[in-house]
């Protein structure tokens, strides 16, 4: 029996930052460089037995000259490269970052400018199992018998109590600093799991516990990606936010 993977994503401005620097690929769906975000939430359904599913998300690191230039560049390149997807494992998703990270780095060296970039948070879907990746402080969460679980890893340093951390990871490094590293798992689906992608325009807004309750509790992905989005309008939108959610069928 071939597996299929339902999803829905939604991307939005926040109430504070004057541009929304996120961007995502789902599918072949995303976002031109300057956009409001969406106005709706967007679905759709794969059957893996003929192709990799394919989902990220891309956030301009916030404040930064030229973030949401850093993110489309990741998304177009993406788009670009996604139907060479051979063989799925490791190697190949480590690639497809350097692909995208030397892209990124060339359009700052070509225009001067000093200092861009993005995180990615990246799932692969083969017929039996999905590679999650991530470079930076996006994450990727499983839900799994109605218990929620963090499998990316965040790239962030040791901060302090007045701000938010600095990556030590992301898309926009260039090679004569150091070499990205991605964090990348591989773990066998299931029929019943989900799996949430997102920036921390969510994360920065909900509590682990607030996003297990909405996993768990909404039966349509397209009603949770929506409740949670309202959630955090409701208590602020401080930052731009993208949910994509995954469900395997």
């Known amino acids: 029996m071939s597996r299929k993977i339902g999803y829905a994503f939604l991307c939005k401005k926040g109430k504070v930052r004057k541009k929304n620097q996120d961007n995502y690929w789902c599918m072949g769906d ?12 967007i679905t759709g359904q794969i059957n893996l037995k003929d192709l990799t599913g394919a989902f990220c998300v891309f956030d301009g690191m916030g404040g930064e ?40 780095c060339r359009f700052a060296k070509r225009h001067k400018i000093q200092y861009m970039g993005t995180t990615a948070a990246m ?13 930076g402080d996006s994450r990727i969460f499983l839900l799994r018998g ?23 990871q992301h898309i926009g490094i260039p090679t004569d600093e150091f070499r990205i590293d991605p964090y990348i798992v ?20 909900l509590s682990f516990e607030d996003i297990e309750a909405f996993l768990v509790e ?7 990606v ?15 936010t993208t949910i994509v959610l995954c469900e395997v069928r």
Not at 70 to 89: C, E, G, P, Q, W
Not at 146 to 168: R, W, Y
Not at 226 to 240: H, P, S, W
């Open 123 to 135: 799932l692969f879907f083969g017929k039996k199992e999905v590679y999650a990746c991530n470079l």
């Open 226 to 240: 929506n409740d949670m989005m309202k959630m955090v309008y409701a208590k602020g939108a401080i930052d731009n």
């Open 65 to 104: 000259a030229c973030g949401e230039i850093a993110s489309s560049i990741s998304a177009t390149t993406f788009n670009n490269i996604y139907k060479s997807i051979v063989d799925l494992d490791v190697q190949s998703i480590v690639d497809i970052c350097y692909i995208m990270n030397r892209n990124v």
């Open 186 to 205: 591989s773990l066998k689906i299931r029929k019943g799991d989900r799996f949430l992608i997102c920036s921390d325009g969510l994360t920065d807004m």
């Open 146 to 168: 109605n218990k929620l679980q963090k499998i990316s890893v965040d790239h962030v340093a040791e901060g302090t109590i007045f701000k938010k951390p600095p990556l030590t």
């Open 30 to 41: 995303f976002l031109p460089q300057e956009n409001e975000g969406q106005q709706r939430t």
């Open 218 to 224: 909404t039966h349509s992905i397209s009603d949770c």
